[in-house]
């Protein structure tokens, strides 16, 4: 006995997703984070190689003891890259999470939007009081 679904159908299902209002806000919302930050970032990391290469003598003042601003600007080359990830896993959970949630919901067949993550054990936890 086998349950699997014929392939047509879930074709259909997934080529209507796609093609849905929800899911073009998803990728419009995702693309507006990703393409923004990438290149803010490649231009950040430009920056960092053209003046260790054409502005040696900016990048080799001392700014406190043997650290120099090269150094310092290659520290922050990886506190910013950091800093992009938590904030897109900030932006995710709050922008990008709840309109795949509800697209894989309605894919799923669900009725409601899937249940939030901070709330699913609260009813083991009333349960045990």
């Known amino acids: 006995m086998t349950t699997e679904v014929p392939a047509s159908s879930t074709d ?3 080529q209507t997703v ?3 209002d929800e899911f073009g806000r998803l990728r419009t919302t995702l693309r507006s984070f990703i393409f923004p930050m990438t290149v803010a970032f490649f231009l ?3 920056l960092y190689v053209l003046l260790s290469a054409y502005a040696r003598g900016f990048m080799s003042v ?3 003891g043997n650290i120099n601003v090269a150094l310092v ?3 922050l080359q990886f506190v910013s890259t950091f800093l992009i990830a938590w904030y897109y896993s900030r932006y995710a959970a709050q922008k990008i999470d709840p309109l795949a ?3 894989n919901a309605e894919l799923s067949g669900n009725a409601g939007p899937a249940e939030p993550a901070d709330r699913a054990g609260d009813d083991d ?3 045990a009081k």
């Open 18 to 20: 796609q093609q849905s």
């Open 62 to 64: 001392k700014v406190v």
């Open 12 to 14: 259909e299902r997934y």
């Open 125 to 127: 936890e009333e349960a």
């Open 101 to 103: 949630d509800a697209i």
């Open 44 to 46: 950040w990391y430009l």
């Open 73 to 75: 600007f290659g520290l």
